[in-house]
C-alpha cells in the first residue's frame, strides 16, 4: 500500500501547481500582444510599407536578444520571481502604449520594449519554476508553462482580427490590447494566491538546492560549447525565423491578393 502523501507534500504541490500556471498566464500575455499585431499590422502601419512591418516586428526580437544577458545577470541578484515581476510591468506599458498611441515611431518603441518584457518573463519564469521543482520534475513542469506559448501563439492573431473593429471610446484599435491587460490583471490574481499558498522549501528541495549551489556555476562561454546547448539553440533559432518570416508576410499576402482586412 502506497503512503499517502503528508499535508506538507499536498501544500508543495498546490504551489507548485500554481506556480506553473501564473508563469504559463504570464507567458500567455506576452505571446498573445505578440501576435495580436499580426492581422491588424498593415492597417496600423499601412499596406504600402512593408519595409516598415517587418521593422515594427524585428523590433522587438532585436531588443529581446540584446536584453538576454542582462535578464541572466539580473536573476542571480533578485531573484526569479521579481524579474518576471518587473517584466509584467513593462509589458503592461507596452500593452496601454499599443493601445492608445498611432504614431509609428511610438509604436516601434513599443514592440522593442516589449521585447525587453519578453526576456525578463521568460527567463525569470522558467527560473522560477525549475526553482520550486526537483530535477526530475522540470521538465514536466516547463513544459506546462510553455504551453502559454503556445496559446498565445494559435489564440493571438484570431482575437487581433475579431476585436479589432470594435472601437473602444474614441480608440479605434485599443480593444484587443485591453484584452491582453485583462489577462495581466488575471496573472496579478493568481500571483497573489501563489504567494498566499507558499509552503516553504520542503526538506528534499531544499537539500537539492544547497547540493547545486554547492556545485560550480557554468559560464555563458561553458554553456555556449555544451552541444545540447547549441542544438537546443539551434533548434529554436530554425522555428522563430519561420514563425518570425511569417508574421508581416502572411497578413500582407491576403489583403492584396484577395482584399482581406484584420
Not at 498546490?14 to 498593415?42: E, G, H, K, N, W
Not at 531588443?63 to 524579474?83: E, N, R, S, W, Y
Amino acid at each position: 500500500m502506497e503512503d499517502l502523501p503528508s499535508p506538507t507534500e499536498k501544500a508543495l504541490q498546490r504551489y507548485q501547481t500554481l506556480l506553473v500556471c501564473t508563469v504559463a498566464v504570464a507567458i500567455f500575455a506576452d505571446s498573445l500582444l505578440m501576435t495580436i499585431i499580426v492581422p491588424i499590422a498593415p492597417d496600423l502601419v499601412g499596406g504600402d510599407h512593408p519595409a516598415l512591418i517587418g521593422v515594427l516586428f524585428a523590433s522587438k526580437a532585436i531588443l529581446q536578444v540584446l536584453f538576454g544577458p542582462l535578464t541572466a545577470m539580473i536573476i542571480p541578484k533578485i531573484g526569479p520571481q521579481p524579474t518576471l515581476q518587473i517584466g509584467l510591468v513593462i509589458l503592461t506599458l507596452s500593452t496601454i502604449a499599443f493601445a492608445f498611441l498611432s504614431d509609428l515611431g511610438a509604436l516601434i518603441a513599443a514592440r522593442a520594449v516589449q521585447g525587453i518584457a519578453s526576456s525578463l518573463i521568460n527567463a525569470g519564469g522558467l527560473s522560477w519554476v525549475a526553482e520550486a521543482h526537483r530535477p526530475e520534475e522540470r521538465g514536466t513542469a516547463t513544459a506546462g508553462a510553455m504551453a502559454g506559448l503556445a496559446a498565445g501563439v494559435l489564440f493571438g492573431p484570431t482575437i487581433g482580427g475579431l476585436l479589432y473593429p470594435v472601437k473602444l471610446w474614441d480608440f479605434a484599435h485599443a480593444t484587443p490590447f485591453c484584452c491582453v491587460a485583462g489577462v495581466i490583471l488575471l496573472d496579478a490574481i493568481v500571483q497573489l494566491t501563489l504567494n498566499a499558498a507558499h509552503p516553504g522549501d520542503s526538506t528534499a528541495i531544499g537539500e537539492e538546492k544547497e547540493e547545486e549551489e554547492e556545485g560550480i556555476e557554468p559560464s555563458l562561454g561553458t554553456l555556449l560549447c555544451d552541444r545540447q546547448v547549441l542544438i537546443g539553440m539551434a533548434a529554436l533559432i530554425v522555428s522563430n525565423g519561420v514563425i518570425s518570416s511569417l508574421e508581416p508576410t502572411v497578413p500582407l499576402y491576403l489583403q492584396q491578393q484577395f482584399g482581406y482586412g484584420p
